[in-house]
């Protein structure tokens, strides 16, 4: 009866018993939201499971590309359902979520348990780098948008959206080959072990048909949860005085990042500030280059109208603080529990500005 994440599974035919009964939007949305975060682990843990079967460099990209198909499938429903601003928050919460929230309590809990940590600065940096490229990259069709189409979406616009969604994609299949093929070493951990994309222990190995099976079966049941999820975001709103950007900025982005942040921060107490450091900006990274032109190519097929990547002026703003801040203060190699409370409160604050902000 030890303690585990999967008696939240419970909560799957709860979300559906109270949807079907007509209940609250809010109890709705929190019940779908808390069945989520276990269908989130085992896509994870199925994911890192089928690696084991591949070899490291098809198993490393396997876990870089579907380490964050929650995020992704919780988006694609919100797509479909023509919440074109609650997905362009989630992107730039997933993103702050990773590089400020899960970081910041991995730093916590590892300086608190081990006092001093240190790991590769080397890879630290390049995390860096590839995320400043990502918010400069993610501003470029904002500036657009306000400066020359602030109204009505003019050709010009819909072609540089997606030129920047296919250059994202290029620069993410060039990131893979260099993390985990030709630079490998530059990413391996202070002991000399591991590196790239892997989230750690993954237990007893599944069989492969077990491990296929999990996967198939998670993603279905989170794209069925994601549905519910959706659905109750405007009733939650409403309910609860907050807006479709707080959601997305927030818990639709906390919600699909839950298993990958919880890995992040269960390997800082573990003192393995590599793997740490390696699930939280890798996840971040993967949003900006991956699941983000990923979601405007498939708006083109699913939405309502095709998904431009013009964020407002406060989502940019918070990229680029997150991004600059977050760069600061784990670009030495070095981490303690005072730098953690640093990144935790420039979140705090961040979603404190999104929940009071005026028509965000």
Same mark, same amino acid.
């Given at each position: 009866?030890?303690?585990?994440?999967?008696?939240?599974?419970?909560?799957?035919?709860?979300?559906?018993?109270?949807?079907?009964?007509?209940?609250?939007?809010?109890?709705?949305?929190?019940?779908?939201?808390?069945?989520?975060?276990?269908?989130?682990?085992?896509?994870?843990?199925?994911?890192?499971?089928?690696?084991?079967?591949?070899?490291?460099?098809?198993?490393?990209?396997?876990?870089?590309?579907?380490?964050?198909?929650?995020?992704?499938?919780?988006?694609?429903?919100?797509?479909?359902?023509?919440?074109?601003?609650?997905?362009?928050?989630?992107?730039?919460?997933?993103?702050?979520?990773?590089?400020?929230?899960?970081?910041?309590?991995?730093?916590?809990?590892?300086?608190?348990?081990?006092?001093?940590?240190?790991?590769?600065?080397?890879?630290?940096?390049?995390?860096?780098?590839?995320?400043?490229?990502?918010?400069?990259?993610?501003?470029?069709?904002?500036?657009?948008?306000?400066?020359?189409?602030?109204?009505?979406?003019?050709?010009?616009?819909?072609?540089?959206?997606?030129?920047?969604?296919?250059?994202?994609?290029?620069?993410?299949?060039?990131?893979?080959?260099?993390?985990?093929?030709?630079?490998?070493?530059?990413?391996?951990?202070?002991?000399?072990?591991?590196?790239?994309?892997?989230?750690?222990?993954?237990?007893?190995?599944?069989?492969?048909?077990?491990?296929?099976?999990? =996967? &198939?079966? $998670? @993603?279905?049941?989170? *794209?069925? +949860?994601?549905?519910? #999820?959706?659905?109750?975001?405007?009733?939650? /709103?409403?309910?609860?005085?907050?807006?479709?950007?707080?959601?997305?900025?927030?818990?639709?982005?906390?919600?699909?990042?839950?298993?990958?942040?919880?890995?992040?921060?269960?390997?800082?107490?573990?003192?393995?500030?590599?793997?740490?450091?390696?699930?939280?900006?890798?996840?971040?990274?993967?949003?900006?280059?991956?699941?983000?032109?990923? =979601? &405007?190519? $498939? @708006?083109?097929?699913? *939405?309502? +109208?095709?998904?431009? #990547?013009?964020?407002?002026?406060?989502?940019? /703003?918070?990229?680029?603080?997150?991004?600059?801040?977050?760069?600061?203060?784990?670009?030495?190699?070095?981490?303690?529990?005072?730098?953690?409370?640093?990144?935790?409160?420039?979140?705090?604050i961040i979603a404190m500005m999104f929940y009071f902000m005026p028509g965000a």
């Amino acid at each position: 009866m030890k303690p585990s994440i999967n008696w939240l599974l419970v909560f799957i035919p709860i979300a559906l018993g109270v949807e079907h009964a007509h209940a609250s939007p809010p109890v709705v949305f929190f019940c779908a939201a808390l069945a989520i975060v276990p269908i989130a682990a085992l896509i994870v843990r199925s994911t890192g499971q089928l690696a084991t079967y591949t070899g490291d460099s098809v198993g490393g990209l396997l876990n870089a590309t579907f380490g964050n198909a929650p995020e992704l499938i919780i988006a694609l429903v919100a797509l479909h359902a023509g919440q074109l601003d609650m997905v362009r928050a989630s992107i730039i919460g997933a993103i702050l979520a990773n590089l400020l929230l899960a970081l910041g309590f991995a730093f916590l809990l590892g300086g608190l348990r081990h006092h001093d940590q240190t790991y590769n600065r080397v890879a630290a940096r390049t995390y860096a780098t590839m995320m400043l490229l990502a918010a400069m990259s993610l501003a470029i069709p904002s500036a657009f948008s306000r400066m020359l189409a602030p109204t009505e979406t003019v050709r010009q616009e819909a072609l540089l959206n997606v030129g920047v969604a296919a250059a994202l994609l290029a620069i993410y299949v060039l990131y893979l080959i260099y993390s985990l093929k030709t630079h490998r070493g530059s990413f391996a951990s202070e002991g000399g072990e591991g590196g790239g994309h892997g989230h750690g222990d993954e237990g007893a190995r599944w069989s492969l048909p077990r491990a296929v099976a999990s =996967l &198939v079966v $998670a @993603s279905l049941l989170a *794209a069925w +949860m994601s549905e519910v #999820l959706v659905g109750a975001a405007d009733g939650t /709103g409403k309910a609860l005085g907050m807006s479709s950007v707080f959601i997305g900025i927030v818990f639709l982005a906390v919600v699909g990042g839950a298993a990958e942040s919880g890995s992040a921060i269960a390997m800082g107490a573990k003192n393995k500030p590599d793997l740490s450091i390696s699930i939280a900006l890798g996840s971040s990274i993967q949003i900006a280059l991956f699941i983000a032109p990923v =979601l &405007v190519f $498939a @708006s083109y097929f699913i *939405a309502p +109208m095709p998904l431009e #990547l013009s964020f407002s002026r406060a989502e940019v /703003g918070t990229l680029f603080i997150g991004v600059i801040i977050g760069a600061m203060v784990y670009g030495d190699g070095q981490a303690n529990w005072f730098k953690g409370v640093q990144l935790i409160t420039i979140y705090l604050i961040i979603a404190m500005m999104f929940y009071f902000m005026p028509g965000a």
